[in-house]
């Protein structure tokens, strides 16, 4: 039964340059002298790292914890020692380091104890969790966290389960070798993914322009014993983005506002489909990847290398020419150029580009928009890039919102085709990178504000709060003052002067002979072993002394009896 296939709107025609990396199979990378493992490969939180310096580490051992849902595990590629958790650089066109834990392999690969499961056993959401711990996520170049995607939405039914083997961009040939060579392993993955989400049909997309991994996927569908359709789909760049191909297999558009899953459609790399069969089936999480070296350098080909391969080991071994100056990460419509040969290989890593003054020219001179509408007739989103581009530059974010610079996929068509050579996916990621930059502050902002209305509220509450106290108390005095002439006149009996003085006798009494029973308890401390001249002192000093005679002892000891009854009265009163 053929398939019905379906048209999107833009996209270009640019040389593939695939040919020269698929004349050998894939190679087993050697095991480079360092390994420097970012803890941030995928989209997401941060990984928490689980390892130290000096630390042995095993094969498959977890180095970095899953953070939230939408983050995925880290595992040590090889054994050896963790020589350090620190900052270096990222493979990133920003070239900012990134927290890593650098290992230095013994050459032993001594794995972890694994444990293959039969996924059919295990319930949905154990499934999800050993693919999140197994770091699997997006090898098509999104590195979204896939167990995040195998959730179905709870109230559309999931009719198409896609599979992206369409590799549109030009040099890229990574998925391609794959799928000619371990076809078996990634349909059996994608019977993972179609056990959880449970589609009604499955697709898998492979671009025309790759009859024998089309031909080798048929095969491999047909020796499983499985229902799904592979479909050649034609040659036409941004073909492999999700939307497009499942615009090109179901006819469904997904809008931006949307997610897939809403539309009742899922799509995932074949990549991800065979990393999944091998954490689920193997044990094995994700340590490697196929990488395309191409270009400038002897020898093309695909390559399986261990993450956190420096860049400057893999590249040795495609032989770069001496003219080489300049590596790019993924193709040369969306990728970017690599800030060092120390930046490591990554999950996202999945094409490298050896580039020279003759292969990639130096950009002609940037020339003034003549508003050919040439951009337009190429966004594959159906936007008006000219448009963003004059408010862009303008720095009139407002207005490339309401264009909806945000469902720009950054595909480079605009630029691939644009008559003045105007890089208009730069001037639309810098609109971008301003519009968060601006949100982000004001948000912090508004969070400022919120405390600081927090606060003064606080305050306020407090102080209302102390004034009905002291009104509280205030009332209680008065009415205790109200209430103090009808109880004198009972007690006036009880409190006549001559009452009173004899209190007041009987209480000096009693504190004169509190103080004489003090100083008769004190006795003189550290007298003992005295030499005669230490004796002969004190006995002079004694002699010195003067004695207060009775009646000036009596009123000393009165004094200080008035001044211990008024601190215990004022004490009393606080």
């Not at 020692?81 to 690969?109: K, M, N």
């Not at 559309?156 to 392993?185: F, Q």
């Not at 990554?346 to 020279?356: L, P, R």
Request: charged content about 25%; aromatic content about 6%.
């Amino acid at each position: 039964m053929l398939q019905q296939l379906f048209k999107f709107k833009g996209g270009v025609k640019p040389d593939t340059n695939k040919t020269p990396s698929v004349q050998l199979p894939i190679g087993i990378a050697p095991l480079p002298a360092l390994l420097i493992v970012p803890l941030h490969q995928s989209i997401g939180g941060m990984p928490n790292p689980l390892v130290e310096a000096g630390q042995r580490v095993l094969k498959g051992q977890r180095i970095g914890g899953p953070d939230k849902w939408v983050s995925s595990a880290v595992h040590a590629p090889t054994s050896g020692t963790v020589l350090a958790v620190e900052e270096r650089i990222a493979a990133h066109p920003s070239g900012l380091p990134t927290l890593s834990v650098v290992i230095e392999p013994d050459g032993r690969d001594e794995w972890i104890e694994r444990t293959p499961l039969d996924h059919t056993a295990l319930e949905p959401e154990r499934v999800r969790e050993i693919l999140r711990d197994s770091g699997v996520v997006g090898l098509g170049g999104a590195v979204f966290p896939s167990h995040a995607k195998l959730a179905p939405a709870k109230s559309v039914p999931m009719e198409d389960l896609v599979i992206n083997g369409a590799e549109c961009e030009p040099y890229m040939t990574c998925d391609d070798m794959l799928m000619r060579e371990r076809p078996e392993e990634i349909v059996r993955g994608i019977g993972i993914f179609r056990d959880l989400l449970q589609p009604q049909r499955v697709l898998i997309g492979i671009e025309d322009n790759k009859p024998e991994a089309v031909a080798a996927m048929q095969a491999a569908v047909h020796r499983l014993g499985e229902s799904y359709a592979v479909v050649a789909v034609p040659t036409r760049y941004p073909a492999g983005g999700a939307k497009q191909l499942i615009r090109v297999l179901t006819g469904k558009e997904v809008p931006a506002s949307k997610r897939s899953p809403e539309m009742g459609v899922q799509c995932f790399n074949v990549a991800t489909a065979y990393t999944a069969w091998r954490a689920i089936a193997h044990g094995e999480p994700v340590l490697s990847r196929i990488v395309t070296l191409t270009g400038n350098v002897e020898q093309p080909r695909n390559w399986e290398v261990l993450l956190g391969t420096p860049l400057k080991d893999l590249v040795a071994l495609g032989q770069p020419r001496p003219d080489t100056n300049r590596y790019l990460m993924g193709g040369p419509m969306m990728g970017f150029e690599m800030p060092s040969l120390e930046a490591p290989i990554v999950k996202a890593s999945n094409c490298i580009i050896a580039g020279s003054p003759a292969l990639f020219p130096p950009a002609p001179p940037e020339m003034p928009c003549i508003r050919c509408g040439a951009c337009a007739e190429a966004c594959p989103h159906e936007l008006q890039p000219f448009e963003m581009y004059w408010f862009s530059r303008a720095k009139n974010f407002g207005k490339t919102q309401e264009y909806n610079i945000f469902d720009c996929i950054e595909c480079g068509c605009c630029s691939y085709v644009c008559p003045s050579r105007i890089p208009l996916v730069q001037y639309f990621r810098f609109a971008k990178s301003e519009i968060w930059s601006r949100e982000r502050d004001k948000n912090m902002a508004d969070a400022a504000k919120a405390r600081f209305e927090l606060r003064n509220e606080r305050d306020e509450r407090e102080k209302a709060e102390k004034a009905a106290r002291l009104a509280k108390a205030a009332a209680a005095k008065a009415a205790e003052k109200k209430a103090a002439p009808e109880a004198g006149k009972e007690t006036a009996a009880a409190d006549s002067p001559v009452d009173a003085e004899a209190a007041k006798k009987a209480a000096i009494a009693a504190a004169m002979e509190r103080a004489r029973v003090q100083r008769e308890g004190a006795q003189p401390k550290n007298t003992d072993g005295l030499t005669v001249a230490q004796r002969k002192e004190i006995a002079e000093i004694e002699a010195r002394r003067v004695p207060l005679q009775p009646e000036q002892q009596t009123a000393f000891d009165a004094e200080n009896a008035e001044n211990a009854e008024a601190q215990s009265s004022r004490r009393e009163k606080q």
